[in-house]
């Protein structure tokens, strides 16, 4: 079975903390995602990387940066945290698509951050 | 914004089918759909993907319209375990998937 995790189930932090965000899998995937998850607003594509030292920006990079040294390992970085960065944040990986364009992204538990 | 419409909440009776519907009427033609779930306090979970024929595999069946405006997944005996937010998706060019805010799937006992 594919299995993604996260460095932390929940974290406390303050506001201008420089945060990092740690996730792993095991899978041998080229992709990896990082997403946001908010109360009525569904997850929101923060940053994306389709391979070692690549990041794309997804919908919502503001706040964030991305680091990707290993292709098992991808790391979100909040470089001031401030207290709308609360959320719950999920980290995802997948294959690459291939000519069939078909691939399904594994998600880990989550990371519930609280800024304060 | 997400390319797909779902109803905000349904109820269904354990043990009864469930049938979630999607519109997603701008598909193009090399655009799959794809079914993930979200038990609370967990990540979203892969269930099915269809193109243009109906799928069907040990979670889920998936029905698609010929016209490929809509699709319908079927969950064929709920039971309570599956009260979960049900996001149906459409995958854009790229890896990229936008997630909607899915439909709200309640068990009833």
């Known amino acids: 079975d594919v299995k993604v995790t996260q460095s932390s189930r929940y974290l406390v932090k303050r506001t201008g903390e420089k945060v990092f965000l740690e996730c792993v899998q095991d899978?041998?995937?080229?992709?990896m995602f990082w997403y946001r998850q908010d109360p009525g607003l569904g997850l929101r594509l923060i940053y994306f990387?389709?391979?070692?030292?690549?990041?794309e920006k997804g919908d919502i990079p503001e706040g964030y940066s991305v680091s990707r040294e290993k292709k098992e390992r991808f790391s979100l970085i909040l470089e001031s945290a401030s207290t709308n960065q609360t959320s719950m944040y999920l980290c995802?990986?997948?294959?690459?698509?291939?000519?069939?364009?078909?691939?399904?992204?594994?998600f880990g538990p989550g990371t519930r951050l609280t800024v304060t | 914004d997400a390319k797909t419409t779902q109803p905000p909440s349904m109820d269904c009776a354990e043990g009864r089918a469930a049938n979630l519907p999607c519109n997603h009427s701008?598909?193009?033609?090399?655009?799959?759909v794809y079914w993930y779930r979200q038990i609370h306090s967990q990540g979203p979970q892969y269930i099915i993907h269809?193109?243009?024929n109906n799928e069907t595999n040990e979670m889920a069946s998936l029905i698609i319209t010929e016209d490929r405006k809509s699709s319908t997944l079927i969950l064929p005996h709920a039971t309570l375990r599956d009260t979960a937010v049900y996001y149906c998706?459409?995958?854009?060019?790229?890896?990229?998937?936008?997630f909607g805010k899915g439909t709200r799937l309640h068990i009833l006992p």
């Open positions: 995802a990986s997948s294959l690459n698509p291939g000519l069939a364009g078909v691939n399904e992204q594994y």
């Open positions: 701008t598909i193009s033609g090399n655009e799959y």
């Open positions: 990387s389709y391979d070692v030292k690549m990041k």
């Open positions: 899978m041998d995937h080229e992709n």
């Open positions: 998706i459409v995958r854009l060019f790229g890896d990229k998937i936008i």
């Open positions: 269809g193109l243009k």
